[in-house]
């Protein structure tokens, strides 16, 4: 793998096993200063089930945490699902501590998760 910045967060849109089921692979830190592409690939999401592949994301900062608590509301309000996958025990721990980590539904794979979605 080419050297990545620590500051860059690459976001990997996939189909999913189903229609209406979208994956995006992220890797890299989901911070402040790289989460406008983030917000704006998930806002232009409008299938019933996104699932994001956190496995290559080794933190987040609270603008992070923000940032997907927002795609949260905007996609519960509409009753579509979100699920996360692969999120490590400092991302899960950074979420507990903000209490919103009861808004989100973990899965330890993507197929998992998919399987949840259908």
Do not use: C
Not at 95 to 100: D, I, M, N, W
């Amino acid at each position: 793998m080419p050297f990545m910045s620590e500051r860059t967060l690459q976001i990997e849109e996939l189909s999913g096993s189903r229609p209406g089921v979208r994956v995006y692979r992220l890797s890299g830190p989901l911070l402040l200063t790289n989460l406008f592409d983030f917000q704006s690939k998930v806002r232009a999401d409008s299938g019933p089930a996104l699932i994001l592949d956190f496995t290559n994301v080794p933190l987040i900062d609270s603008a992070g945490i923000g940032a997907l608590v927002g795609a949260y509301v905007s996609r519960q309000k509409d009753g579509r699902s979100l699920g996360l996958v692969g999120v490590n025990q400092r991302i899960h721990d950074a979420l507990e501590v903000t209490r919103v980590e009861k808004f989100f539904l973990f899965y330890s794979s993507v197929a998992e998760a998919e399987r949840a979605a259908a």
